[in-house]
């Protein structure tokens, strides 16, 4: 058995995972992709060597940076997704009856060609009439739309290289102007044990911008420093209260338990202290 | 600068660790002994190439092993710690001035004089007057004494090897006969992610023996499957209510979010299904 050792930049730690077989190795305009299967992790998606998910896990990270702000919304209808390349977002999106149009801007093409062939069960969200996959930048559709948006989600890949600005304030600012009174913004924003700082300095930027920043939380065990975050900011509602009707089956999100997703203030100073 | 590679047979990903410095490689009657420095993580013991605690992040572990069952007892008097070589567990439990004796049943002698040399800001409870250490077997110990505890805490190894029978239900018998009425067991019992069918069969194995169960969990990046989990259980109290009037300094624990730790039902069941 061969072993493929992970290799992030921003991590103290770098993990070693079995490989019982390589199925796509490539390289878009972008980065660099690999596809392997591994005995407990299942099939594994790694991009420039970073694993992005895992099909064990994956639902994890999904389902936790869609549902707390589609069941904080009585009633989510239009969505937009910036990256998200293997679907994941899209699919957990589009189990809402609600939802009237949803547009999803990644750039990498070849990251979803590469999801449809090895990750059926992730691009399943594709084949939805209500979603509209383009291939663009984020921040320009944005800028054009004269929308506003129920939800944004950011599902972004480490905050280094081209993903960066997205992590910064006039980007947020931006959101914040294109999401409807009653929306909800929800961003992958990386490790409360590893990249601490990241949560910090995000938690900073969309100070002003929102009336409420929250953080959810979900241990993963397929990134590094595991204790993941998802920046929840709104404009006027309180993301903590579930306010939708429908609530899709789900794997790990439970709506009875909305609010345990959220990171209590006493623990987040003591963490983030 | 060298690497360490976990070696954890449970595990189905190993961690890599850089290494600056090592400062003690030796054997004891039980197993290998490993302490080195990592840039990140700070110190690290390493018991039989699986890594026991960083400096960085052992409050995380010991924390919440201790504080959610002496914070849920009014006036914890005496208390039973099982394993816990490192002294972290000790510590924690006289950080509470209610506590009268603590008798700690640790079998591998030389793990806690590796703890006092290299790790003193751990075995810093050992200084205490109260805190008594035997080396002796912690399941004979309980056979043959007739006092009901406060509190048992079970700090123990993966459940391989000698620890096994520490897993199961004679010894969780054992135990509930030897707590009071308003006692509480607490025990590390693994990993959500990875062990889950470790966590399964101790809640089985505690069923009939307790009236209530639970599960706290906390994310760990120090272990491989991080979210970890102390099985807390009592004969007549809810351990989710905090009825002790004097809290410890913490720094990860808080008294205000106590319920929090606890792993609601919904989360749990999907979890577990």
Redesign the interface.
């Known amino acids: 058995m061969k072993f493929f050792?992970e290799n992030e930049p921003t991590s103290?730690?770098?993990?070693?995972?079995?490989v019982t077989r390589v199925l796509y190795r490539g390289r878009s305009k972008y980065q660099k992709i690999l596809v392997f299967d591994?005995?407990?992790?299942g099939r594994v998606l790694a991009l420039d060597d970073i694993v992005q998910l895992t099909t064990r896990?994956e639902h994890f990270y999904h389902e936790l940076l869609v549902h707390p702000i589609l069941q904080a919304h009585a009633q989510p209808r239009n969505v937009l997704i910036i990256g998200g390349g293997d679907g994941g977002t899209m699919r957990e999106v589009m189990k809402y009856p609600s939802i009237e149009n949803a547009v999803q801007c990644e750039l990498d093409q070849q990251v979803v060609a590469v999801a449809k062939e090895y990750f059926p069960k992730l691009a399943v969200g594709y084949k939805d009439k209500r979603a509209q996959l383009r291939f663009e930048d984020g921040e320009k559709l944005l800028r054009a739309s004269g929308k506003l948006w129920d939800a944004i989600i950011l599902d972004l890949t480490d905050p280094i290289g081209p993903a960066k600005p997205l992590f910064e304030r006039p980007f947020y600012k931006l959101c914040a102007e294109h999401l409807a009174p009653d929306g909800f913004l929800s961003a992958q924003t990386e490790?409360?044990?590893?990249h601490a700082d990241t949560v910090k300095s995000v938690m900073r930027a969309l100070r002003g911008l929102f009336k409420h920043i929250e953080l959810v939380?979900v241990?993963?065990?397929m990134y590094?420093?595991?204790?993941w975050t998802f920046t929840v900011a709104s404009r006027t509602l309180d993301p903590k209260i579930a306010r939708n009707n429908f609530c899709p089956p789900?794997?790990?999100?439970?709506?009875?338990?909305h609010a345990?997703f959220f990171l209590?203030?006493?623990?987040r100073?003591?963490?983030l202290?």
């Open positions: 050792t103290p730690i770098n993990a070693r995972y079995p591994s005995p407990f992790h896990e490790s409360l044990h590893f939380t241990p993963l065990a590094p420093g595991n204790w789900t794997r790990v999100y439970s709506r009875d338990d345990w209590p203030k006493g623990v100073e003591k963490v202290a």
